[in-house]
C-alpha cells in the first residue's frame, strides 16, 4: 500500500528525471525497501499492470450555442475516447479484486430488527435488481 501511494505520488508530481533523481538519493535507497531503484524500474513496474479494456477513440462533431456571421451555428470536430462498457463489466467481474464486493442476488436490508425501516443503499437492494432479474428470467422461458 505505502509502495503505491509512492507511485501514484511519483507519477502526479515529478516528471521522469525528478523521479530518478528521488529514486537515487542515498536516503531514498537507504531506507526504503521499494521494488523498483530508478525511473527505468518505476516504469517497467508501471507497464507490468494489467491494463484493463482498451480504449477507442472517435471524431464527432458538435454543435456549439456561437454563431457565425450569417448565423450559422459554429461545429467543431472533437476526439471522443472510450471504453467498450460490456468489456468493462467483464473486467470488473472477473477481478479478484472486487470479488468480495461483488452481489448478483437482489437483498432486502433494514435499518431495524422489525424490518420497519428498509435501507436501499447499492442497486441489489433495491427492488429493480430482484424485478429485473424476473423479467430477464421470464423472457428465456
Same mark, same amino acid.
Not at 500500500?1 to 528521488?22: C, H, I, S, Y
Not at 468489456?87 to 424490518?115: H, T
Given at each position: ?22 529514486l537515487k538519493l542515498p536516503i531514498t535507497q537507504n531506507r526504503t525497501k521499494l521494488s523498483f531503484h530508478n525511473n527505468r524500474s518505476f516504469l517497467q513496474r508501471v507497464d507490468a499492470l494489467p491494463r484493463g479494456p482498451g480504449w477507442s477513440c472517435r471524431k ?18 472533437? =476526439?471522443? @475516447?472510450?471504453? !467498450?462498457?460490456?468489456?468493462?463489466? $467483464? ?30 443503499? =447499492?442497486? @441489489?437492494?433495491? !427492488?429493480?435488481?430482484?424485478?429485473? $432479474? ?8
Open positions: 500500500r505505502e509502495e503505491w501511494d509512492l507511485a501514484k505520488w511519483l507519477v502526479k508530481n515529478l516528471g521522469q528525471t525528478r523521479t530518478d533523481e528521488f464527432v462533431t458538435v454543435r456549439g450555442n456561437k454563431e457565425d456571421e450569417f448565423g450559422v451555428p459554429l461545429e467543431e470536430e472533437v =476526439e471522443l @475516447w472510450s471504453h !467498450d462498457p460490456v468489456e468493462c463489466v $467483464q473486467e470488473l467481474i472477473g477481478n479478484p479484486f472486487f470479488k468480495a464486493d461483488m452481489a448478483y442476488s437482489p437483498a432486502k436490508a433494514y435499518a431495524d430488527r422489525a424490518g420497519q425501516h428498509r435501507v436501499i443503499d =447499492e442497486m @441489489w437492494t433495491a !427492488d429493480w435488481w430482484g424485478e429485473t $432479474q424476473v423479467r430477464q428470467f421470464k423472457r428465456e422461458q
